[in-house]
């Protein structure tokens, strides 16, 4: 069921959402719920699709154990009133509601049984049954606040009590992705924390990938910077490394600096080669690093690291060395292939628990476009949730 169409005689709402996403639906849903005449405009020719692309195709729609800890922010404890008052237990009793099967792929990520689409169905059949207006194809060319909102349009011309920003980010630009929502705050007098790409490939220089041109291989690893590590995959790429790994640890990445990459997690490789009467020599040591990652990267590994040695020393060196190898990346693929964009709208203008601005009363702000941006693993999707339901709450009473 497609939400309704706007009659062009109707232009007064008591709130207007800007963006059909995740967080825009749900926070349209949530005030609809209470009585609110709500409007959502989206640039897109229709709603939820960054949705439609997220997990494989599936939705990686909620993890179940969020917390503020699994967000990165210049507030870190800004996420943690909204995360508390709408879990990832709520949404699932939604997604349940709608007899959508799902399935908890791995370490509490939560995906579809079959498409994505089935969540992008469920928030539009709640707009319809919250009498939530929805216009697809609305491109927004002006916000002006003389008493109420007025938001002009191609479209025509809407008026509001209250204006919701959800126009997410700057990644994935090909499904219209700007940084209009960060203009509106500013024109309104809020702080932008700066922004970068995050949960995004890195890249790496030509004699990197010359060394390593291993496109398609893909291992187990510890990816470390700083404080942070994630436990994961890490894919070689025709540009540097991918992977769940390494998504995790771009988002904490500053750019210049360098990585320490295990390759031999809770692995000791060597230990074959330490055995009594074992030999010692490169096949033996080719064998052991095939029994802990593919074979393509151990040749690749003993040909650019061939152990000098084979004293005990020498493969405590080696052993070593699979456990810290130290990359420096060159940068990253961009916008263009990050799942998320870090820094946004400063929470400092923020209320917490309405996500209302504390200088314009009726703004409000949630989403992907608020400087809360969280790890892999269906984290943002559920900032998504509560941040919308903590504003339409708050609309609707």
């Not at 690893?221 to 700083?226: P, V």
Request: aromatic content about 8%; hydrophobic content about 40%.
């Amino acid at each position: 069921m497609t939400p309704q169409n706007a009659s062009p005689i109707e232009s007064d709402f008591d709130a207007i959402v800007l963006g059909g996403g995740a967080a825009g639906l749900f926070c349209a849903i949530h005030a609809g719920r209470g009585g609110k005449r709500v409007l959502v405009l989206e640039r897109n020719h229709a709603v939820g699709r960054k949705i439609i692309i997220s997990g494989g195709g599936r939705c990686n729609f909620t993890h179940l154990n969020a917390t503020a800890a699994n967000y990165i922010s210049s507030n870190p404890h800004f996420a943690k009133s909204a995360l508390a008052r709408f879990t990832p237990r709520d949404f699932l009793a939604l997604v349940e509601q709608h007899n959508i099967a799902w399935h908890e792929k791995s370490k509490g990520q939560l995906f579809c049984d079959g498409s994505a689409q089935q969540i992008v169905t469920l928030l539009e059949k709640e707009c319809t049954a919250a009498n939530v207006v929805v216009r697809n194809g609305a491109d927004v060319t002006a916000v002006v606040r003389d008493g109420k909102f007025r938001v002009i349009t191609q479209q025509g011309e809407f008026h509001s009590t209250a204006l919701v920003v959800a126009t997410g980010g700057l990644s994935i630009p090909k499904l219209g992705a700007t940084s209009f929502g960060h203009q509106i705050a500013q024109q309104f007098g809020h702080a932008i924390i700066p922004t970068r790409p995050g949960l995004v490939p890195l890249t790496f220089t030509s004699p990197f990938l010359k060394r390593w041109d291993l496109p398609g291989i893909a291992t187990d690893c510890i990816a470390t910077f700083g404080k942070k590590s994630f436990h994961d995959k890490l894919l070689f790429t025709h540009r540097g490394i991918s992977g769940p790994a390494i998504l995790q640890i771009s988002s904490y990445w500053q750019e210049g600096e360098p990585l320490t990459i295990d390759l031999a997690p809770n692995a000791k490789w060597t230990a074959p080669l330490r055995e009594h009467n074992a030999i010692r020599d490169l096949n033996t040591a080719r064998t052991a690093m095939y029994a802990v990652m593919p074979q393509r990267l151990a040749d690749r590994w003993l040909k650019l690291n061939p152990p000098e040695r084979w004293t005990n020393i020498a493969l405590d060196e080696a052993e070593a060395a699979l456990h810290h190898w130290i990359v420096r990346p060159d940068g990253t693929e961009g916008y263009e292939k990050a799942e998320v964009t870090l820094g946004g709208v400063d929470t400092d203008g923020i209320n917490a628990q309405s996500m209302e601005s504390r200088s314009v009363p009726g703004l409000y702000f949630i989403g992907e476009v608020v400087d809360v941006t969280g790890q892999l693993g269906g984290y943002n999707f559920q900032w998504a949730w509560a941040s919308g339901a903590a504003a339409g709450r708050a609309i609707a009473s």
